[in-house]
């Protein structure tokens, strides 16, 4: 798909589909909707996804935690400057992405879902979640370490929530370790999955990062760890 001519609106495209725009911005933007079909055709794919951020107020909070967290970065050397510049860049795109992710997790796992026991607290043991690392494809060096960002990302989020029990990376880390893998970056899926076994997960979240420019491109996997079934996916 062509690029839109007018870089200004292509910039407000992802707060418009989380509704951060101001009025004014927002007229501005649905006007140039009915004159750009490239702006219009990207958030009409985006719209089922983005509807459901919308409207669910755990995504609300993380998403002003994020936001926060990211004013609140202090830049002390060339490098932390370097490293600031580049999450402003791509910190508009790359935390929606992230959050569609852990929505489906939570979507998929919240007790009507799933048969499990009736309390809350019930529910988060049965869910015992790992998150593995995120492969970036799109950069294969991953120079900006996307893959681990991303990954904090979504234990950040999901450990948040009332219906899922995610598990440190430390403890990932540590289990890897003694089956002397020491990169998680390039385990594969079998390897993955033993360590999701060894930590008592019922569940394993693997992902890929396809693209990062204009926008991120993130695809997941959730996968039942005693069966090795995809229960879903999300791209």
Known sequence: ??????????EML????LGMLSDDDREKFEMHLM??????EKVQKLMTAVGLVRHDSEVHA??????ARGDDQTESDPSEVKA?????????SLVPSAIVVALLVVL???PW??????TQEAVAIENRLAIMYFENLADPDDEHNLGEIITSLLITDLSESEYVSVISSQRLYDIARIMGKDERSSLDRETAMEIARRADAKWMLLGSIHQTEPYFSLAG??????TGDVIASQL
């Open 221 to 226: 996997q959730l996968i039942d760890v005693s």
């Open 108 to 110: 998929i796992l919240k």
């Open 14 to 17: 992802h707060a418009y589909e």
């Open 113 to 118: 879902q799933i048969e499990i026991s009736p």
């Open 84 to 92: 600031s510049i580049f999450k402003r860049k791509l910190w508009p």
């Open 62 to 67: 993380v998403i002003e935690k994020e936001a």
């Open 35 to 40: 004159e750009c079909e490239v702006c219009f």
């Open 1 to 10: 798909m062509a690029d839109c001519n007018d870089k200004r609106f292509e």
